[in-house]
């Protein structure tokens, strides 16, 4: 039923059969102790799996998987996913200290409200920078995630769309635009910002990752102590 429920999402396209450039997946049931995801009848899903189906979609090519994983024991998946070099994969999730697992003082949940709380008001006071909190927020992801790239429409897109959407007497324009644009003229420097970016992000990654959607993956980020666990 999970699998047939993945494979049926990674397979999602827009209307025009473009697919998407993210395909976000959220979960928060119940886990083992190396964060696999804990099914019916002692089943378990590992992230293996997961991304064995993912990179089996022609669309983890060109998109991004980012995983949201509210449970106590996701943090696990974290250096898997910074080891992923065959797809876009990022991970957002918790990580629990031992101290706050014992006197359960949170409680599963909390952390997706906090984080959609901070992302919808970034004045939040729900975000900490501070290493202390017994519960924080971390995120991770795959080697080549710099490299990725918003969809660009292709010729015969754009020419649909034109056609569609302008009159015929401004299309030359359009075309010419296009031609000159000047993103396409500095491929060279895009190569190397690319490149930078991505050593930059394996040496000190940002504590807010924009993503690109309206919303940030974040690291440290301090779920309130006033919570009880459920």
């Not at 991004?64 to 509210?70: E, G, N, T």
């Amino acid at each position: 039923m999970l699998a047939a429920s993945l494979n049926k999402f990674f397979s999602m396209k827009t209307k025009q059969g473009i697919a998407y450039d993210t395909y976000l997946l959220y979960y928060s049931g119940p886990v083992v102790e190396n964060g696999d995801w804990a099914l019916k009848d002692g089943a378990e899903f590992s992230y293996g799996r997961l991304v064995t189906m993912w990179t089996d979609h022609e669309v983890s090519q060109t998109s991004r998987l980012i995983l949201v994983l509210d449970t106590a024991k996701s943090n696990y998946w974290v250096p898997l996913v910074r080891k992923t070099s065959i797809a876009y994969v990022g991970i957002q999730t918790l990580y629990v200290m031992k101290d706050c697992e014992r006197d359960q003082t949170f409680s599963i949940g909390d952390f997706t409200r906090d984080w959609v709380d901070y992302n919808c008001n970034p004045q939040s006071s729900v975000y900490s920078a501070d290493f202390s909190t017994p519960i924080i927020t971390t995120y991770g992801i795959s080697p080549y995630w710099t490299f990725f790239r918003f969809h660009e429409p292709s010729v015969d897109e754009m020419n649909k769309h034109w056609s569609e959407s302008f009159f015929f007497s401004i299309r030359p324009f359009l075309l010419l635009y296009s031609i000159f644009d000047s993103k396409r003229l500095c491929c060279v420097c895009s190569f190397f910002s690319k490149c930078f970016s991505l050593l930059r992000m394996s040496v000190c990654p940002p504590n807010q990752l924009h993503i690109g959607h309206g919303f940030k993956l974040l690291r440290f980020f301090k779920t309130p102590s006033s919570h009880s666990i459920s």
